[in-house]
């Protein structure tokens, strides 16, 4: 009697352990999707234009929905853009991604007291 009560509880614990599901995030397209979940725990969470993040508001995502751009919630003293009147060369890259080049070719062409020297010095999270 012993014995069988031993191993009815073994194939118990046995039976416990290979039907426990990992939970998690079960969505390949949410940031935190998780390849071993076998159950889905509704704790997916992801990106869209117009959210609020890391200090600003997202208005691109890129392809593979992870990564993007993000604008200040706040406009910049009204100023021009660049050096007036001058021609900055290299600053005239007009891709998505572009804009670091481009306010770095202005910095070193027009100084840091232009709107690209201000968004290069530029900390919403500080």
């Not at 609020?52 to 508001?57: A, C, K, R, S, T």
């Not at 770095?104 to 290069?120: F, K, S, V």
Request: glycine fraction near 12%; charge should be negative; charged fraction near 20%.
């Amino acid at each position: 009697m012993k014995f069988f009560r031993i191993t009815f509880l073994f194939l118990v614990g046995i039976t416990l352990l290979i039907s426990c599901k990992k939970t998690g995030c079960t969505d390949p397209e949410a940031l935190n999707y998780l390849e071993s979940a076998s159950k889905d725990d509704h704790s997916c969470y992801y990106f869209w234009i117009g959210q609020h993040h890391e200090g600003g508001d997202i208005f691109y995502i890129d392809k593979t929905r992870k990564h993007g751009l993000i604008t200040a919630r706040f406009d910049l003293l009204s100023t021009p853009w660049g050096c007036y009147g001058t021609i900055i060369q290299g600053a005239d890259d007009r891709t998505v991604g572009g804009g670091l080049q481009n306010s770095l070719d202005i910095l070193a062409g027009c100084g840091p007291n232009t709107p690209a020297g201000m968004c290069l010095a530029l900390d919403t999270l500080g």
